[in-house]
């Protein structure tokens, strides 16, 4: 065995090693840029969405840096302008080359999953054209990548409804924690840097209950119960939220969702949008459901379960309130309509 293939394998088992989608991203553009030197690496996301496809950056690597959207999320909206090129390797799923005026290449690679789709496309920025080895040494990576990312996301998702589960959201709260907690001593300790406060991104996480579930479930029987279930997962990614907002089945018949949004009123809105958006859905047989969201901010709370909590205190004023509306927990809190979750708990018992 040469020295390169003792590389390939230790790097395919470093790409292998970790169950995070986003360390598994940059895993493989350190991979790639280990084994290919001074290129400009990009991975995008392809969507598709109504028969159009939708690009976004998942991470990149240029001089042998590595940033991913999970450390930057501004990284998604930004857009290529090589997006022709990528268009047409999705089209013609397959690699695309592109000469550019400074004698450079472009080329793309498409990665698909077990279904054939194209989910993610590879830009490599390179002075020298590959050569055959080199182009199938890269669909092999990406083969692995694409194999290996479909394994992650069984394990995290929901079979039911296909969404993330609940032991996935701790992670990701726990991530968001954090990281808005190093921004905010970074704020603390360069107050004055408005650049620093305008890249900081708020995270907003709402728990969505829907209301009289258990009425459905005995007029209409349980597996229509399920399909309620469904329906209001389906409705939910359906667009109401931007693409890299996610949604988890956290209970039985309870959702969360976590979403970017610059203020309070500017979440409230998308989750009244979601409200409004299953509120006004016919529902076969029962014509309406309705569901009621408690949300709050994700960002200095002690651990994931304090801001579940906090969302919770706020889903529960909504239910007591004549469901089908959306609460605040930190505008309850202001309005003294609810008291600190840690003083609270439910059944009139207080801690303090
Ligand atoms: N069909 C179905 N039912 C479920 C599932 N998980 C939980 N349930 C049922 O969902 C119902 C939830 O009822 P409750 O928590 O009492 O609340 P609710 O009737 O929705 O009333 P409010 O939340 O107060 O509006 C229970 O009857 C559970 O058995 C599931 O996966 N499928």
């Not at 706020?314 to 003294?336: D, I």
Request: proline share 3%; hydrophobic share 40%.
């Amino acid at each position: 065995m040469n020295h390169n293939s003792i590389r390939i394998i230790d790097n395919l088992a470093e790409i292998t090693s970790y169950h995070d989608r986003h360390v598994l991203e940059k895993s493989l553009l350190k991979t790639l840029n280990e084994l290919f030197p001074s290129q400009d690496l990009r991975l995008f996301r392809v969507r598709e969405n109504s028969g159009a496809h939708e690009l976004s950056l998942l991470a990149f690597c240029v001089n042998g840096v590595i940033v991913s959207s999970d450390e930057n999320p501004r990284l998604m909206t930004e857009q290529s302008d090589l997006s022709e090129t990528i268009f047409k390797a999705i089209k013609n799923a397959d690699v695309e080359l592109t000469s550019t005026e400074n004698g450079k290449w472009n080329v793309v690679y498409p990665a698909f999953d077990a279904n054939g789709v194209i989910f993610a496309v590879l830009l490599i920025s390179t002075d020298l054209v590959p050569s055959n080895g080199d182009q199938r040494l890269i669909y092999g990576i990406l083969r692995v990548y694409s194999n290996y990312l479909a394994l992650i996301e069984k394990t995290q998702k929901d079979k039911l409804t296909g969404l993330f589960n609940r032991e996935t959201l701790d992670n990701e709260i726990t991530k968001i924690l954090v990281r808005q907690g190093s921004h905010f001593s970074e704020q603390l300790t360069s107050p004055n840097d408005s650049r620093r406060r305008t890249f900081a991104v708020k995270y907003w996480l709402g728990v969505i209950d829907i209301d009289n579930f258990k009425t459905i479930n005995d007029n209409f029987g349980h597996l229509y119960g399920d399909e309620v279930i469904i329906l209001v997962a389906r409705l939910m990614k359906s667009g109401v939220i931007r693409d890299d907002d996610l949604v988890y089945r956290y209970g039985g018949e309870e959702f969360v969702v976590v979403l970017k949004a610059p203020d309070e009123e500017d979440a409230m809105r998308t989750f009244e949008r979601i409200r409004e958006m299953v509120a006004a859905h016919d529902f076969p047989q029962i014509n309406q459901v309705t569901i009621s969201i408690g949300f709050v901010e994700v960002f200095a709370q002690p651990s994931p379960s304090d801001v579940i909590g906090e969302a919770d205190e706020a889903l529960y004023y909504a239910k007591g309130n004549g469901r089908n509306q959306v609460h605040s927990y930190s505008r309850l809190l202001r309005e003294g309509k609810v008291k600190p979750v840690s003083q609270v708990v439910h059944g009139d018992i207080e801690l303090f």
